[in-house]
Nanobody, 116 residues
Framework: QVQLVESGGGLVQPGGSLRLSCAAS????????TGWYRQAPGKQREFVAS????????TYADSVKGRFTISRDDAKNTAYLQMNSLKPEDTAVYYC?????????WGQGTQVTVSS
């Protein structure tokens, strides 16, 4: 019912920027929050950032605080993750998550590689 498509990943040099997009479709009225997670090779998936549906309050992992910004455009049913001052440690597959009434909905992931 709910489908997500992530885009915007790629290869960037340390200190560079990328903006990830998460376009959602389906019945979205029960979504209470949107989040971004990431998983690096050999590591567990970790929380990156989230934004609530109503108040648009945001939460960030300490590792990205001050560098990443999560936002949402309701007219486009799209969430974003602006990533600045990227570090090699940010290299991972980034996943969009929509927290619904009964299920968490996940995208397919988009690769972000930070390397010189």
């Amino acid at each position: 019912q709910v489908q997500l498509v992530e885009s915007g990943g790629g290869l960037v040099q340390p200190g560079g920027s990328l903006r990830l997009s998460c376009a959602a479709s389906g019945s979205l009225f029960t979504i209470s929050a949107t989040g971004w997670y990431r998983q690096a090779p050999g590591k567990q998936r970790e929380f990156v950032a989230s934004i609530s549906a109503g108040s648009s309050s945001t939460t960030y992992a300490d590792s990205v605080k001050g560098r990443f910004t999560i936002s949402r455009d309701d007219a486009k049913n799209t969430a974003y993750l602006q990533m600045n001052s990227l570090k090699p440690e940010d290299t991972a597959v980034y996943y969009c998550n929509l927290h619904g009434r009964y299920y968490d909905h996940w995208g397919q992931g988009t690769q972000v590689t930070v390397s010189s």
